[in-house]
């Protein structure tokens, strides 16, 4: 059972799929999520915010708020301590509590600059009408060119350029920039029979989860801190309180609940510190639920973006050389997904000359977080879209273009380290080769798109405890929230590793003072990670479940074979007990068994995904409807089937919506003008037809069954396809996201204003 | 010795070369190396005896969790990486 030693055909659970254990107390309502909680004598906290984009705060009297009767604490910047020395992981955990309330500038519409804890939410609202701001309005910055123009407003006097990559340069009072580089781009594109160069444009957009940041919040009295909160990694907002409140991380206890999609979006803290510190002044539990209007002004969304691609391509179809330059909004704060963009943007084919060049550009929007696979769909957008025009000008079959250039296991990444084990021709093989690519499209105005993506994924520190119970069944504790049904095919590589089924092992979340130190489930980490941390734990009991039975048979423990669940005495094949007989035992023959581990894998296998796309466009009205939907992923080992074809059905939905539809409307006063769901317009089913899923299997030597993580890759080709799609069907090339009827309608009139 | 890939992001400290070789039986001990015939590339890397914050080493294509003290073999390669995280 050594890593990379399991074979595939001698799998039990693995590549099975069992009915979710969780999923009839979700559609029931009887699963514990963070809204769910209460406690006693628990108070009711709301935020004050910056009906601004950008000004200056000249100050705030709380006085008549504070004098409101059932108002029991209100804050405001003057109210956070001084925060703690960041530990070598954190962010800069002076902008995060600055993010999480304004000091003396609010920086974006929605930027907290109060809270209240009262006796109920319309006490608390009422008493929020209370407290008077005083504002200097400054003029803000809201898209990324205009932020590095020579005369746009400086939004930090000191900006420290970002949190990348050994010397990221300040290119501008609002900007970092970072490249990376190698050969002679020069030289590469003098090689070149065919260069395009295009620019592009998108739009901030937001994961769009359902369930809101809810926190609540129990400073009691010994200085001991408990939050009850909806995030994707406790341990990380367990970090970030102990920064922010500068108080130690033993003090803290973070309890993870049940997720309502969180999809990179919920990392960081935005209540949880004003909760606590109302707490804190108030001696009762405080609970802060966001409305969805705070949720989109507030927290952090993805990049909207402008790219410039520069790629040419020999005669014989192999890229010689790429120019890119991409500006990706870093938010009020530096530190936006730029240096994944640029590192995701041709990391999939081998191209000999390049630059690749970024920009983390602070404007007066909220701070931009991760949004699955962060930084790529922007890139790929571009990237994928130049390529496709570089087929067709070459008059090449685009598959065959992407498989020609196409990165192979060993070829060197643009990191220069080679590439791991992958399976990008064989998944590229499986597009050309499936029926979709080949249907004839029978209508007017019909177009068929496709795209090629990579993501790297994300290993790192996973913390798991097994026990062994009496009867047989066993328990697990994990440090990973569960965002996705993880603690499924965590039970599932738990029951393989053991030799029993699955339905006798169960996996739970436990708080921060519970389990060892996890990162959060990002990445698509968590069955790859926090999965070898369970098979790790396994494997400790196993030997010592081993030396068991050697005591009760006497014999040495290198006489005891365990295979498939099953103890045996080498010496005497009729000794032999099934790890169920052989827990009857443990209680009188030592104890029962329990062991930990922590583990910090890093046999990452990366992520590859392509999406083929129909679309029909109506050019009356712009409208783009999708026709048909196949997305082909390698998913290394599948643990569970479904789930990961429900993860690529996600991915690519949430693509399609950022394709088409998905984008925050700012006014000219840098106000958000779409704040909620009716105007913010994610996709619902009506919109697409049921996604094919195509599941590939390369293994990951990394993993002892071949696990890559599968939830992050499948986003970032959508809109690349549809553009693609919408070129075949109706000859426009779309360069700027969402491609919504208005964009649609205007490049139709472009094209043909153009013709006449 | 060791091959040292340097980030483009960096090799202004380094003439403009994209590989540097040194002795070193760790990651730090490289580094330290490096420094001495190109002085910055220590402090570009590593604040306070730790890397920072944003970056992570690959040696032969392994991440190890052990960063700096990472071992190294003398024909080893070694990289500099972002630190890529999120979604």
Redesign the interface.
């Known amino acids: 059972m050594k890593a990379g030693g399991k074979r595939e055909d001698v799998l039990r659970v693995i590549g099975t799929t069992p009915i979710r254990p969780d999923g009839l107390d979700k559609v029931t309502g009887r699963a514990i999520f963070a809204d769910d909680i209460h406690l006693p004598g628990m108070l009711h906290g709301k935020v004050l915010r910056s009906p601004h984009a950008h000004a200056r705060i000249k100050s705030i009297d709380t006085r008549q708020a504070a004098a409101l009767p059932g108002v029991h604490a209100v804050i405001s910047a003057a109210d956070f301590p001084e925060p703690a020395k960041?530990t070598?992981?954190?962010a800069d955990i002076s902008d995060l509590a600055t993010n999480c309330m304004a000091t003396t500038t609010a920086l974006y519409d929605g930027h907290a600059v109060a809270a209240v804890a009262a006796e109920n939410i319309h006490i608390a609202g009422q008493a929020l009408g209370l407290i008077e701001v005083d504002y200097e309005v400054l003029d803000a910055v809201l898209d990324v060119r205009s932020a590095m123009a020579d005369d746009a407003p400086v939004i930090h006097e000191n900006l420290k350029p970002g949190?990348?990559?050994?010397?990221?340069k300040k290119a501008h009072p609002n900007a970092g920039r970072?490249?990376?580089?190698?050969g002679d781009i020069s030289k590469g594109f003098s090689c070149a029979s065919v260069i395009v160069e295009r620019t592009f444009t998108t739009q901030t957009v937001h994961q769009g989860y359902i369930e809101a940041h809810i926190s609540t919040a129990l400073w009691d009295a010994d200085d001991r801190l408990s939050v009850w909160t909806s995030c994707q990694g406790h341990f990380d907002i367990r970090d970030q309180l102990a920064g922010i409140l500068n108080i130690p991380m033993s003090h803290i206890n973070v309890i993870p609940l049940e997720v309502g999609g969180a999809?990179?979006g919920k990392?960081s803290v935005y209540l949880d510190p004003l909760a606590a510190l109302l707490s804190k002044k108030c001696g009762r539990p405080v609970k802060m639920a966001m409305s969805r209007n705070e949720v989109l002004r507030a927290t952090g969304p993805s990049s909207g973006s402008s790219m410039r691609v520069r790629m040419g391509v020999d005669d014989s179809g192999k890229l010689v050389a790429a120019d890119i330059s991409f500006a990706f909004e870093a938010g009020a704060f530096p530190g936006g997904?730029v240096?994944?963009g640029i590192?995701t943007a041709t990391t999939r084919y081998n191209i000999p000359n390049y630059r690749l060049e970024g920009f983390d550009v602070i404007l007066n929007k909220p701070k931009i977080?991760?949004?699955?696979?962060?930084g790529a769909t922007q890139s790929h957008f571009a990237v994928e879209t130049v390529l496709d025009e570089l087929a067709e000008k070459l008059g090449m079959d685009p598959i065959e273009l992407r498989i020609r250039n196409a990165m192979k296991t060993g070829d060197r990444l643009v990191?220069?380290?080679?590439c791991?084990v992958i399976g990008g021709v064989e998944l590229l093989e499986a597009v050309r080769s499936h029926p979709h690519y080949r249907a004839p499209l029978d209508g007017q105005n019909q177009g068929r798109g496709v795209a090629y993506g990579f993501?790297?994924g994300?290993?790192?520190?996973s913390s798991a405890e097994l026990s062994v119970n009496a009867d047989g069944t066993v328990q697990v504790c994990t440090g990973s929230c569960d965002m996705s049904g993880t603690r499924m095919t965590l039970a599932m590589q738990t029951a393989e590793a053991l030799g029993i089924q699955v339905s006798e092992v169960q996996v739970t979340t436990g708080d921060t003072q519970s389990i060892g130190f996890t990162l959060p489930a990002?990445?698509?980490r968590t069955t790859f990670a926090t999965g070898i941390a369970c098979i790790t734990v396994a494997e400790k009991v196993i030997a010592k479940m081993i030396e068991r039975a050697a005591g009760i048979w006497e014999t040495d423990n290198s006489n005891v074979r365990f295979d498939a669940g099953v103890f045996t005495n080498t010496n005497d094949k009729l000794q032999a007990l099934t790890f169920k007989q052989l827990a009857a035992k443990l209680d009188s023959t030592g104890g029962l068994l329990s062991d930990q581990a922590s583990v910090?894998p890093?046999?990452?296998g990366f992520q590859l995904a392509a999406y083929l796309v129909d679309v029909e466009v109506d050019t009356q009205t712009g409208k783009v409807s999708i026709l048909r939907s196949t997305i082909f992923q390698d998913a290394g080992k599948a643990v569970h089937p479904d789930y990961v074809a429900g993860q690529m059905q996600g991915g690519v939905v949430q693509g399609l919506g950022w394709a088409l539809n998905e984008a925050y409307i700012y006014r000219a006063d840098g106000t958000l003008a779409n704040t909620s769901f009716l105007d913010y317009r994610m996709p619902t089913a009506l919109d697409q037809p049921m996604t094919e899923t195509v599941i590939l299997e390369t293994p990951n030597p990394g993993h002892p069954y071949g696990v890559r993580g599968v939830?992050?890759v499948s986003i970032v080709n959508p809109p690349a396809a549809v553009a693609n799609a919408i070129y075949n069907a109706v000859g426009i090339r779309m360069d700027s996201l969402p491609m919504s009827p208005t964009a649609v309608l205007e490049k139709l009139w472009e094209h043909q204003a153009a013709q006449l | 010795m060791a091959i040292v890939w340097i980030p483009s992001t960096v090799r202004e400290l380094t003439n403009g070369k994209a590989m540097l070789e040194a002795d070193g039986n760790t990651v730090a001990e490289v580094i330290r190396n490096i420094d001495l015939a190109c002085p910055g590339i220590r402090s570009a890397l590593i604040d306070d005896n730790s890397l920072r914050a944003g970056i992570i080493i690959a040696v032969d294509g392994s991440i190890g969790s052990r960063q700096l003290l990472q071992p190294v073999r003398p024909d080893s390669e070694i990289h500099f990486i972002p630190a890529i995280f999120g979604g």
């Open positions: 960041p070598s992981k954190s949190f990348f990559f050994a010397s990221t970072l490249e990376y580089s190698d999809f990179g990392d997904p240096s994944a590192l977080r991760p949004y699955r696979a962060p990191l220069g380290y080679p791991p993501w790297y994300g290993g790192g520190a990002w990445g698509s910090s890093q046999g990452v939830g992050e």
